[in-house]
C-alpha cells in the first residue's frame, strides 16, 4: 500500500487482505462490503464531553482521531493572522450574518490564545477520519446519513473526500499513519483539552476548589468535595446514605466525619449499633451511653433554652415562654413513653406539670436560660405532686384518671427504665466529636425506645443552635429507628432539622437501610421530605422493593438503578444537588486506619 512501511510477510498479507479492494471516487469495495471515508473539517468553539465518543458509536462507523503536537511559535502567528483577518473582515462585512460570523471567529480564536497563555495549554492539529461501512448500497447510505446527523448535530462540519478515499482508507487502517493529504484537508489547530474531552472517559469529573476527596468517580479521578459550598442547587449540607446492610453506607460518612473532623466541623453522632466508638475515641472525642450510662442522662424535666432567633420562627413562638415549649415538647414524650395514655389523663398531666413547675419557681415568663441542670424537677418530683394532688381530688372519675397516671409515671421510676429518664442531665459535652451511643436501648421497649430518641434528637438541636457560626453535623445512623407512623413528631423534628439547619451552619445525616419506613401513607408527607430536601445523596447496593422505591422517590436514571442494583460495595450513585455522579469509594491508609476495624455493618 503507498506510503505504507510495515513490513510484513507476502503471505501473510495474502491471507489478511480482502479478496477484492478497489477505490473509486463513489467510495471503497471491501470484499462483499461497500465504504466511504470523510473527514471533519469544521469544529465549533467548543464541544461537548463525550463528543468523539457520539460519533464512533453510529452504526457500521470506524473512527480514528488523531492529534499532532505542533510547534507553538508557528501555530500561534497562524491563529494571530487568522484573528486579525476576521477581524477586519468583520468591520468590513456588510451583511449581518456574515459580520456576525467573522466576529464570533475572532472571538474563538482569542479564546484559544487565552487558553495557551494562561493554562499553559497544548495546541496541535487535530484528525478526524471516519469510515462508513454497509453490506449494501442502501445499507451505506443509511449509514452515512446517520454519521452526517451526528456530526453535524455537534455542530461541526462533515464532508466527503472523494478523490482520496485511498488516503483516507490508509490513514484509517491500524499502521499509524496519516498520510500528508488527509492532515492537511481534516487538520485543524486545536486545543489539547478539546481532543481529550472528545472521550467520554476524560469527563470533567466533580472537584469543588475546597473541601477533601471523597470518592473517585467512574473513570477514576478524584471527586473533591466541600459540604458546605452553597450554588444554585446546593442550599443545604444535609447527607443522605442509602443502601442495604454491609454496602458501606457507615464507612462512607465515617470517612466524610474524619475529614470534617479534621476541617474543624464539629460532630454528634447517634449510634445506635455502637460501631462509631473507635472512631470517636481515636479521634480523642466523648463516647457517652444514652442507654442508662452515667455521664447519658437527659432529664426530660429540663426545660431546653429557647435558641429560635431567626425572623421566621420568632414569629411563629412570638411572646411563648420556655416553659410553655417545653409542655408542647413534654406533650409528646409522654405520649411516646406512656402507650395507654387518654386525653383525659394528658390534661391532668399537663396541670400537674405546671404546679410542679410553679413550686420549683418557674413560671411562664421566667428566663430558664440562667438555671443550671439542678433547678429542674425531675419525674419522681412528678410523681410526688400527682400523689400529692390525687389526695385533693373529688370527682371519682378525676380520682381514677390519677390512679392511671402514678401507675405509669411510677413504672418510670421503678421499673428498668429508671435509670433513663429519674434523673438530673448528665450530658455535658464540649467534646469536637461526640458519640451518643444507644446500643443499649435495645434492651427497652419500642415505646421507651422512641421517647428517648425524641430526647436526644431535642437535645441535639439544643447544641446546633448554640453558635449560629460554628459548623456542625449531626448523624442518625439507622434512622428508621426514630420512625413511629403512630407519633410522628421525632420524624417532624428531624424534618424541621433538615430545612432550618442551614440557617446554624449545621448539616444533618441521615442514614437508614431502607427508605420504605419513610414513606409509611400516616408520615409521607415528613418522610419523603427527610429524604429529598438533602443536596447530597448517596446510594449504595440496593434491591427489591428497596431499590424500586429508591428509583421511584429520586426519579433515576436506568443506568443509576442499574449502578445501585450491582450491589458492589463502596460504589454507588452520589447526587450533589442536581448531578448525578457514579462513585467508588477508596480509602486512603491513613483513613481506614480510623474507619475500619471497628464494629459495624456486616
Ligand atoms: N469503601 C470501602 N472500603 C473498604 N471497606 C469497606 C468499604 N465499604 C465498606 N467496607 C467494609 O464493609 C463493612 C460493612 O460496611 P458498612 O458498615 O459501612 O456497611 P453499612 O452499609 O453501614 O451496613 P449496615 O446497614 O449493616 O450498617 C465495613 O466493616 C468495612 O470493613
Ligand atoms: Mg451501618
Same mark, same amino acid.
Given at each position: 500500500m503507498k506510503g505504507c512501511k510495515t513490513a510484513i510477510n507476502d503471505n501473510l498479507l495474502n491471507i489478511i487482505s480482502p479478496m477484492i479492494l478497489k477505490f473509486s471516487t463513489k467510495g471503497i469495495q471491501i470484499g462483499d462490503n461497500l465504504a466511504r471515508c470523510y473527514i471533519i473539517n469544521k469544529y465549533p468553539s467548543s464541544l461537548e464531553y463525550g463528543w468523539l465518543g457520539k460519533i464512533s458509536n453510529v452504526q457500521g462507523v470506524v473512527m480514528i482521531n488523531e492529534f499532532i503536537p505542533q510547534s507553538e511559535g508557528v501555530l500561534i502567528s497562524a491563529l494571530s493572522e487568522n484573528i486579525k483577518s476576521n477581524r477586519q473582515k468583520a468591520v468590513s462585512e456588510t451583511d449581518d450574518y456574515r459580520k456576525m460570523q467573522a466576529e464570533k471567529r475572532a472571538l474563538d480564536g482569542q479564546n484559544i490564545l487565552k487558553q495557551i497563555e494562561e493554562k499553559g495549554e497544548s495546541i496541535g492539529l487535530m484528525v478526524n477520519i471516519m469510515l462508513v461501512l454497509g453490506n449494501s448500497e442502501e445499507a451505506l447510505r443509511k449509514n452515512c446519513e446517520r454519521l452526517t446527523n451526528t456530526v453535524i448535530g455537534l455542530g461541526c462540519n462533515v464532508r466527503q473526500i472523494p478523490f482520496f478515499q485511498e488516503d483516507g482508507f490508509i490513514s484509517i487502517s491500524p499502521y499509524g499513519y496519516t498520510t500528508d493529504i488527509v492532515k492537511e484537508l481534516a487538520g485543524r489547530v486545536s486545543l489539547l483539552s478539546t481532543y481529550i474531552g472528545g472521550?467520554?472517559?476524560?469527563?470533567?469529573?466533580f472537584s469543588d476548589d475546597?473541601?477533601?476527596?471523597f470518592a473517585k468517580d467512574i473513570n477514576g479521578k478524584l471527586m473533591i468535595m466541600d459540604l458546605w459550598k452553597r450554588n444554585g442547587d446546593r442550599t443545604n449540607s444535609n447527607i443522605v446514605a442509602v443502601g442495604a446492610p454491609g454496602k458501606g453506607k457507615s464507612t462512607a460518612i465515617k470517612k466524610i466525619i474524619l475529614n470534617e473532623y479534621m476541617l474543624g466541623t464539629k460532630i454528634l453522632i447517634v449510634d445506635p449499633e455502637r460501631e462509631y466508638d473507635k472512631i470517636v475515641k481515636d479521634l480523642d472525642g466523648d463516647w457517652i451511653n444514652l442507654?442508662?450510662?452515667?455521664?447519658?442522662?437527659?432529664?426530660?424535666?429540663e426545660i431546653k433554652p429557647?435558641?429560635?432567633?431567626d425572623s421566621e420562627e420568632e414569629k411563629e413562638f412570638d411572646g411563648v415562654g420556655a416553659l410553655a415549649l417545653h409542655l408542647q415538647n413534654l406533650e409528646v414524650f409522654f405520649s411516646l413513653c406512656l402507650s395507654s395514655i387518654t386525653e383525659r389523663q394528658k390534661t391532668i398531666l399537663n396541670e400537674n406539670l405546671i404546679k410542679l413547675y410553679n413550686e420549683f419557681?418557674?413560671?411562664? $415568663?421566667? @428566663?430558664? *436560660?440562667?438555671?443550671?441542670?439542678?433547678d429542674f424537677p425531675i419525674i419522681s418530683d412528678l410523681y410526688n405532686t400527682l400523689v400529692k394532688n390525687k389526695e385533693l381530688e373529688e370527682d371519682k372519675q378525676t380520682i381514677l384518671d390519677y390512679n392511671d397516671l402514678i401507675l405509669y409515671i411510677g413504672n418510670l421510676i421503678n421499673g428498668q427504665d429508671q435509670f433513663l429518664f429519674?434523673?438530673?442531665?448528665?450530658?455535658f459535652t464540649e467534646s469536637k466529636i461526640v458519640c451518643l451511643d444507644?446500643? $443499649?436501648? @435495645?434492651? *427497652?421497649s419500642e415505646r421507651i425506645k422512641k421517647a428517648q430518641y425524641f430526647n436526644i434528637i431535642s437535645w441535639c438541636w439544643q447544641q446546633m443552635t448554640k453558635d449560629r457560626n460554628e459548623k456542625i453535623m449531626l448523624i442518625c445512623d439507622e434512622?428508621?429507628?426514630?420512625?413511629d407512623p403512630e407519633i410522628p413528631q421525632t420524624l417532624i423534628g428531624l424534618r424541621n432539622i433538615a430545612k432550618r439547619c442551614r440557617k446554624y451552619e449545621g448539616s444533618l445525616v441521615v442514614i437508614s437501610q431502607s427508605i420504605i419506613d419513610f414513606l409509611d401513607p400516616r408520615i409521607k408527607m415528613y418522610g419523603q421530605a427527610l429524604l429529598t430536601l438533602p443536596c447530597y445523596k448517596i446510594f449504595l447496593g440496593s434491591d427489591g422493593k428497596d431499590l424500586q422505591e429508591i428509583v421511584d422517590v429520586f426519579e433515576l436514571k436506568q443506568i443509576h438503578k442499574d449502578i445501585i442494583q450491582a450491589?458492589?460495595?463502596?460504589?454507588g450513585l452520589l447526587i450533589i444537588g442536581s448531578k448525578h455522579y457514579i462513585f467508588n469509594m477508596e480509602l486512603a491508609d491513613y483513613e481506614a486506619k480510623y474507619i475500619l476495624g471497628g464494629k459495624g455493618g456486616r
Open positions: 472521550y467520554f472517559n476524560s469527563s470533567e469529573g475546597e473541601g477533601y476527596y442507654g442508662g450510662g452515667e455521664k447519658g442522662n437527659i432529664n426530660p424535666l429557647i435558641s429560635l432567633d419557681g418557674i413560671y411562664w $415568663d421566667t @428566663n430558664t *436560660s440562667n438555671l443550671t441542670s439542678k429519674n434523673k438530673q442531665t448528665s450530658l444507644t446500643y $443499649d436501648l @435495645n434492651n *427497652s434512622a428508621y429507628l426514630l420512625i450491589g458492589v460495595r463502596g460504589r
